[in-house]
């Protein structure tokens, strides 16, 4: 028999602490999918609720195996080729990628939120496109040297540089004088790379961490802007970008992910066909794909090595017990935003879909279920 955890109302003291028999059964009902929806209130609050309330299809007519969603997600397919695979709306599909966004964020959050750092970091920038070239954009990756672990992405605005035809140039001055970018916007998603260094360092053993990088001049001003303190516990390398990205280049791990996130992500594969037209929406694949990189994917593959189907969040230390655990609830057990907190900045920025696109100046759309 299913007993509620607790109250699923973030404004109730039933939510964070439930304490005793805090709710009663108030019937049933049926739907065209469940023949049975067992029904409760809470006692302090009031608010009714069921058992669909914790499902990962909550407020959803019918059930969409999210297996088939991820497997088509991380082998290059887009929206339409799911919704014609699926037999359903593009809209159907993007509410459901959001909804497997929301469980990778938290999923991953709480598999890392105690993890032991055991390797040096890594960290560059990939750079990518939303609706046009004329607005390309850089998310920083921080990985792990030796297990090509993803810790985290981080999105920044850029204008557009390099060659251009005298037509193209007076279009992107056009679009410079509407789009308002940040100029510092690079220096600012470094140093959200450095916190979540400083705090990786924080909640493990070691007293300092090696810290690659190329020689991008935003990334030595965040370095030399550090306090002291915090610049003792990471030793900054610069590595050239002209080096043989080969495995004895210490950039390793970002050029692997940059590779990889090109083959199998649909909106950075082929950037004249298939190209994110929302960023949120690309954040979000690219979100998923990471929780499928760090605990779904083989680190190693073929040989002989004894990591040879391991993981990677495995090979970085998480317990391979805890992963399977969360891997069992992630297509059913839906994750509350509020008891959730320790996703970091861009995770919940993502969540709660506050990242605008370019020159859209309407909001993007965010259900209420999001909020719980």
């Known amino acids: 028999m299913f007993h509620p955890p607790f109250c699923p109302n973030p404004h109730c003291l039933n939510h964070f602490s439930p304490k005793g028999h805090w709710f009663f059964r108030t019937g049933s009902y049926s739907t065209q999918t469940s023949p049975r929806i067992q029904k409760f209130k809470c006692k302090t609050c009031h608010l009714s609720f069921s058992t669909r309330t914790f499902s990962i299809d909550y407020w959803t007519h019918f059930h969409l195996p999210y297996t088939t969603i991820l497997s088509h997600l991380v082998t290059s397919s887009g929206i339409r080729d799911l919704s014609r695979i699926l037999k359903v709306s593009c809209s159907t599909v993007s509410d459901r990628i959001r909804r497997l966004s929301h469980q990778c964020i938290a999923s991953s959050a709480s598999l890392t939120s105690d993890m032991n750092l055991h390797e040096d970091l890594v960290a560059d920038g990939f750079e990518s496109f939303v609706c046009s070239q004329y607005l390309p954009n850089n998310i920083h990756i921080l990985a792990g040297k030796d297990s090509q672990f993803w810790f985290l992405s981080d999105y920044a605005q850029l204008t557009r540089k390099g060659r251009m035809t005298c037509y193209q140039k007076k279009k992107n001055r056009v679009i410079k004088e509407k789009l308002k970018v940040y100029r510092g916007s690079v220096y600012q998603s470094f140093q959200n790379v450095v916190a979540k260094t400083l705090a990786l360092i924080e909640q493990s053993e070691r007293d300092r961490v090696k810290l690659y990088t190329d020689e991008h001049t935003q990334y030595k001003r965040v370095m030399k802007g550090l306090p002291a303190e915090m610049a003792g516990m990471i030793e900054h390398h610069r590595i050239s970008s002209k080096r043989v990205r080969d495995l004895c280049n210490p950039l390793f791990s970002v050029n692997y992910l940059d590779r990889e996130i090109r083959k199998d992500d649909s909106d950075h594969v082929r950037q004249t066909v298939q190209f994110a037209r929302s960023t949120v929406n690309m954040l979000e694949r690219l979100e998923i794909y990471r929780y499928y990189h760090n605990f779904m994917k083989p680190y190693r593959v073929g040989g002989k090595d004894e990591k ?25 057990r839906r994750r509350f935003f509020l008891r959730n907190q320790p996703m970091n900045r861009s995770g919940r920025e993502l969540w709660v879909r506050c990242i605008p696109t370019p020159l859209r100046w309407m909001i993007d759309y965010l259900p209420s279920y999001a909020w719980a």
Do not use: F, M, Q
């Not at 189907?309 to 297509?331: M, Q």
């Open 308 to 332: 040879r189907g391991l993981t990677h969040g495995v090979v970085a230390g998480i317990e391979g017990k805890r992963i399977a655990s969360e891997l069992r609830s992630l297509y059913t």
